[in-house]
Protein backbone atom coordinates (compact mmCIF):
# COMPACT_ATOMS: atom_id res chain seq x y z
CA UNK A 1 0.00 0.00 0.00
CA UNK A 2 1.20 3.11 -1.03
CA UNK A 3 1.25 6.16 1.44
CA UNK A 4 0.17 9.23 -0.12
CA UNK A 5 1.39 13.13 1.01
CA UNK A 6 0.53 15.99 -0.52
CA UNK A 7 3.70 15.81 -2.42
CA UNK A 8 2.88 12.64 -4.69
CA UNK A 9 -0.88 12.01 -4.24
CA UNK A 10 -0.89 13.47 -8.06
CA UNK A 11 -0.44 9.77 -9.08
CA UNK A 12 -3.81 9.01 -8.22
CA UNK A 13 -5.36 10.59 -10.59
CA UNK A 14 -3.13 8.11 -13.67
CA UNK A 15 -4.68 4.99 -14.54
CA UNK A 16 -7.73 3.31 -14.15
CA UNK A 17 -8.86 2.65 -10.37
CA UNK A 18 -7.25 3.79 -7.64
CA UNK A 19 -8.72 3.11 -4.11
CA UNK A 20 -7.65 6.02 -1.50
CA UNK A 21 -8.39 5.35 2.60
CA UNK A 22 -7.77 8.56 4.90
CA UNK A 23 -6.79 7.27 8.14
CA UNK A 24 -4.74 7.34 11.67
CA UNK A 25 -2.90 5.66 13.24
CA UNK A 26 -5.07 6.22 16.37
CA UNK A 27 -8.03 4.33 15.01
CA UNK A 28 -8.69 1.22 15.75
CA UNK A 29 -11.15 0.73 13.10
CA UNK A 30 -8.40 1.90 10.57
CA UNK A 31 -5.90 -0.67 11.63
CA UNK A 32 -8.31 -3.29 11.19
CA UNK A 33 -9.44 -2.34 7.72
CA UNK A 34 -5.45 -2.32 6.62
CA UNK A 35 -5.15 -6.04 6.17
CA UNK A 36 -7.77 -5.62 4.04
CA UNK A 37 -6.47 -3.29 1.92
CA UNK A 38 -3.37 -4.60 1.43
CA UNK A 39 -4.96 -7.83 0.05
CA UNK A 40 -6.59 -5.92 -2.48
CA UNK A 41 -3.29 -4.21 -3.19
CA UNK A 42 -2.33 -7.71 -3.51
CA UNK A 43 -4.74 -8.08 -6.84
CA UNK A 44 -3.53 -5.59 -8.66
CA UNK A 45 -5.66 -2.78 -7.32
CA UNK A 46 -3.83 0.19 -6.88
CA UNK A 47 -4.43 1.03 -3.44
CA UNK A 48 -3.10 4.54 -1.05
CA UNK A 49 -3.29 5.56 2.63
CA UNK A 50 -3.33 9.18 3.60
CA UNK A 51 -2.45 9.41 7.57
CA UNK A 52 -4.70 12.59 8.28
CA UNK A 53 -2.96 13.41 11.16
CA UNK A 54 0.48 14.18 8.94
CA UNK A 55 -1.79 15.17 5.97
CA UNK A 56 -4.19 17.89 7.41
CA UNK A 57 -4.15 19.72 3.85
CA UNK A 58 -5.62 16.74 1.98
CA UNK A 59 -8.02 15.31 4.96
CA UNK A 60 -9.50 19.26 5.17
CA UNK A 61 -9.45 19.42 0.69
CA UNK A 62 -11.55 16.11 0.23
CA UNK A 63 -13.82 16.99 3.21
CA UNK A 64 -12.43 13.84 5.65
CA UNK A 65 -14.69 14.36 8.87
CA UNK A 66 -14.21 10.70 10.30
CA UNK A 67 -12.03 7.87 9.55
CA UNK A 68 -11.90 5.79 8.00
CA UNK A 69 -13.24 6.88 4.83
CA UNK A 70 -12.60 5.59 1.50
CA UNK A 71 -12.89 7.27 -1.62
CA UNK A 72 -12.60 5.56 -4.85
CA UNK A 73 -10.79 7.28 -8.08
CA UNK A 74 -11.78 5.93 -11.61
CA UNK A 75 -9.66 7.46 -14.49
CA UNK A 76 -8.65 10.60 -12.56
CA UNK A 77 -12.63 11.36 -11.21
CA UNK A 78 -13.96 10.68 -7.64
CA UNK A 79 -16.71 8.13 -7.99
CA UNK A 80 -17.51 7.11 -4.50
CA UNK A 81 -16.74 7.59 -0.90
CA UNK A 82 -17.44 6.25 2.17
CA UNK A 83 -16.96 5.95 5.47
CA UNK A 84 -15.84 2.80 7.81
CA UNK A 85 -15.10 -0.79 6.77
CA UNK A 86 -15.53 -3.18 4.26
CA UNK A 87 -14.18 -6.91 4.17
CA UNK A 88 -12.70 -8.02 1.04
CA UNK A 89 -15.77 -9.07 -0.92
CA UNK A 90 -17.83 -5.61 -0.09
CA UNK A 91 -14.77 -3.41 -0.99
CA UNK A 92 -14.43 -5.72 -4.27
CA UNK A 93 -17.68 -5.28 -5.25
CA UNK A 94 -17.64 -1.40 -4.38
CA UNK A 95 -14.77 -0.87 -7.33
CA UNK A 96 -16.53 -2.84 -9.89
CA UNK A 97 -17.00 -0.82 -13.10
CA UNK A 98 -20.27 -0.89 -13.06
CA UNK A 99 -20.63 0.26 -9.50
CA UNK A 100 -18.27 3.32 -9.83
CA UNK A 101 -19.63 5.69 -12.97
CA UNK A 102 -19.31 9.48 -12.47
CA UNK A 103 -22.50 10.84 -11.98
CA UNK A 104 -24.51 12.75 -14.43
CA UNK A 105 -24.95 15.76 -11.97
CA UNK A 106 -23.69 18.03 -15.17
CA UNK A 107 -20.66 19.61 -12.68
CA UNK A 108 -17.02 19.79 -14.73
CA UNK A 109 -15.44 17.06 -12.72
CA UNK A 110 -11.57 18.46 -12.66
CA UNK A 111 -8.56 15.88 -12.38
CA UNK A 112 -6.90 18.13 -10.02
CA UNK A 113 -8.48 19.14 -6.55
CA UNK A 114 -12.08 19.25 -7.59
CA UNK A 115 -14.40 20.61 -5.57
CA UNK A 116 -15.57 19.29 -2.23
CA UNK A 117 -19.24 20.52 -3.01
CA UNK A 118 -18.90 18.27 -6.42
CA UNK A 119 -18.45 15.37 -3.69
CA UNK A 120 -21.53 16.46 -1.54
CA UNK A 121 -23.53 16.59 -4.20
CA UNK A 122 -22.21 13.60 -6.59
CA UNK A 123 -20.97 10.97 -4.09
CA UNK A 124 -23.30 9.23 -1.14
Given at each position: ?52 SEEEE ?28 LDLEG ?34
Amino acid sequence: MLQLTNENFEQVYEGDTFVVTFSSPFCGPCRSFAPVLEKLGETGVKVGKVDVSEEEELAIHFGIQVVPTTIIFHKGDAVKKFSGVLDLEGLKEAIQPETTKPCNCGQPHAKKWWLIEWLKSCVK
